[in-house]
């Protein structure tokens, strides 16, 4: 009966850590004013004057919107078809 115990009390263990894991780490889709957007991880203070906003992970755009989707390595912002590294 202890092995159960043991068992169990470990599962609920590993599960609270993988909860604590996926709440802790955030992720954005973030597009600018020019329609380029991008997967960002973390929230980043960007300048108002960039026109950049952040949307939550499982936003999309609509069927009459006109997006671009891009990847990037680093932190930084796209900005005329180019990333722009800070």
Not at 5 to 33: E, Q, R
Request: charged share 15%; hydrophobic share 35%.
């Amino acid at each position: 009966m202890k092995n159960y115990t043991k068992l169990a009390a470990a599962a609920v263990f590993g599960l609270g850590a993988l909860a604590l894991t996926a709440t802790s780490a955030s992720a954005y889709i973030v597009c600018n004013g020019e329609g380029e957007c991008w997967h960002q991880k973390g929230h980043y203070d960007y300048h108002p004057e960039w026109g950049i906003v952040e949307h939550p992970d499982g936003w999309a755009w609509g069927a009459g919107d006109h997006y671009r989707w891009h990847e990037h390595h680093g932190r930084g912002y796209w900005h005329s078809g180019v990333w722009v590294h800070f």
